[in-house]
């Protein structure tokens, strides 16, 4: 059983920066996929970023590219997203969420979520 815990969300502005991660535990995911998703009020959830379990490609949904970066750490088994030049469409609440299959079309194990609002 995989048990993963973000952290890092909370209020900032329009422009600002903040930075979630991602900690696992139960069993190391250096072989697993990890991404992040978001959930805005009244929407879908929908993919934001993806890294694979080597780190060595990283994926982006459009409306993020350039201004997110997903980074994983093996060693210590966590996953982060430094998020710049925030907008007030960020806002939502963000689930880590990671896969030990071949590709990231499904996700086994997923996080509680963490809030980002940011602020016009």
């Known amino acids: 059983q995989v048990l993963l815990v973000e952290s890092g969300g909370g209020l900032v502005q329009a422009g600002g920066s903040l930075r979630l991660s991602c900690a696992a535990s139960g069993r190391t995911l250096s072989s697993a996929a990890e991404a992040w998703f978001r959930q805005a009020p009244g929407k879908e959830r929908e993919f934001v970023a993806g890294i694979t379990w080597s780190g060595g490609n990283t994926y982006y949904a459009g409306s993020v590219r350039g201004r997110f970066t997903i980074s994983r750490d093996n060693a210590k088994n966590t996953v982060s997203l430094q998020m710049n030049s925030l907008k007030p469409e960020d806002t939502a609440v963000y689930y880590c969420?990671?896969?030990?299959?071949?590709?990231?079309?499904?996700?086994?194990?997923w996080g509680q979520g963490t809030q980002v609002s940011v602020s016009s």
């Open positions: 969420a990671a896969t030990f299959g071949t590709t990231m079309a499904k996700f086994d194990y």
